[in-house]
């Protein structure tokens, strides 16, 4: 039970982060998008009161996202060994400066820190600080290339954006009795292409994520998959998939159609 409250948790989480995901070159600076989603008021899933998030927690649950996945998101018990010695205004900053410079080195960080007139070298110490920053993900990624990746106009790729839809099809027969059809078909926002499409015996969430799985594994993983508000579409499974998988899940507003132009 308490399992299903921390992914409730986890994925409503994930439900508010998932736009600022994949952003463009053209879009606005993170701080502004942050800015915006926080003037938003959110439904806890525990407790059903709405509730307004700062957007430095905004902030937080995205970094934790991506350096941990859908499981960072929920509340742990974390090793906190040593960080009661360092003051919040300074962890803060250090949240801050690795979400804006992911490929400063800690040295760096704490240089900048020294510069900023938030640490004077001295307390917490150094070795504090690395330790702090241990506990909290906070080291730079050996990973990341050193050249930063820019990305053009939003949707103008494939990949960017897939919709996906349910459409009823022929009934067929089986033995003397009739049965629903229904198509489900995936395209791709900016190309138009099919990525996948069949029929099914059911409008159900298993048909969708067999679709879906059949088109990640021919065409790659989107970055989003736009949907309506059925009930397929809005299943619990369905958001762990896509939150697993870092897929923003948008949805068409009750009683509005989603409308492309050629």
């Not at 962890?91 to 938030?118: G, I, Y």
């Not at 939003?154 to 089986?174: A, I, R, S, V």
Request: charged share 25%.
């Amino acid at each position: 039970m308490q399992d299903d409250r921390q992914m409730d948790l986890a994925l409503w989480r994930y439900g508010i982060i998932s736009p600022l995901l994949h952003r463009d070159a053209n879009d606005v600076q993170l701080c502004e998008m942050l800015a915006v989603v926080s003037q938003s008021s959110y439904i806890h899933p525990h407790d059903g009161r709405y509730v307004t998030l700062s957007a430095e927690a905004i902030r937080k649950w995205l970094y934790r996202f991506n350096h941990g996945g859908l499981g960072a998101l929920c509340d742990k018990q974390r090793s906190d060994k040593g960080t009661h010695d360092v003051p919040a205004p300074l962890a803060n900053e250090m949240f801050e400066l690795r979400l804006a410079h992911p490929r400063w080195t800690l040295s760096l960080m704490l240089r900048e820190l020294v510069e900023r007139q938030l640490w004077d070298e001295t307390r917490p110490s150094r070795s504090t600080l690395y330790r702090f920053a241990r506990n909290n993900n906070l080291m730079r990624d050996p990973q990341l290339n050193t050249v930063e990746v820019v990305r053009p106009f939003e949707f103008d790729k494939f990949g960017q954006m897939w919709t996906g839809d349910f459409m009823h099809g022929p009934k067929l027969y089986e033995g003397k009795k009739k049965r629903k059809s229904y198509l489900h078909v995936i395209i791709d926002d900016c190309t138009r292409y099919v990525v996948s499409g069949r029929f099914y015996s059911a409008e159900s969430t298993q048909s969708l994520i067999i679709e879906l799985m059949a088109a990640i594994r021919r065409h790659g993983i989107p970055h989003r998959l736009y949907t309506d508000n059925g009930s397929a579409y809005n299943s619990r499974h369905l958001k762990i998939v896509c939150a697993n998988l870092s897929m923003q899940q948008p949805h068409t507003p009750p009683g509005r159609c989603y409308v492309t132009v050629p």
